[in-house]
């Protein structure tokens, strides 16, 4: 728990599944983040989608977004989908490109905050030379 009495988690995943590791806790370990989310935290988060979401686009294969809002960059600034609120509240650059850094997801009596430190950008069909 933080001072404000929120959960601090790190969720990270691999081809072998997803782990999460909070303070003062066993690492849990399940094969998808949405079966380890719903165990944890009893809500079953859109976390396949989520991966879109952070990179600042619209979950794909899904409902049609609704509400979209862009600065004047064309960066996404929010968004509603699958019954989720996101909203992108600051961008900052990475290999080149601009990336969230700062994101909040709302679902209701759900709020999922979103700081990322750092990003390692692998581009497509990019070669050592």
Known sequence: MSVLGQR????????DGVTLRMPDEAPMHAQSSEELLASVFGV???VEGLRYWVMGLPRPFSTEPENVSLD???HLLGLDQDGWRLNVTRYMSSGGLDVPDRLTLDY???RVRLVIDEWSIERAGASGG
């Open 44 to 46: 079953s988060a859109p």
């Open 108 to 110: 209701p009596r759900v």
């Open 8 to 15: 601090v988690a790190e969720l990270e995943g691999n081809a």
């Open 72 to 74: 004047e960059r064309g």
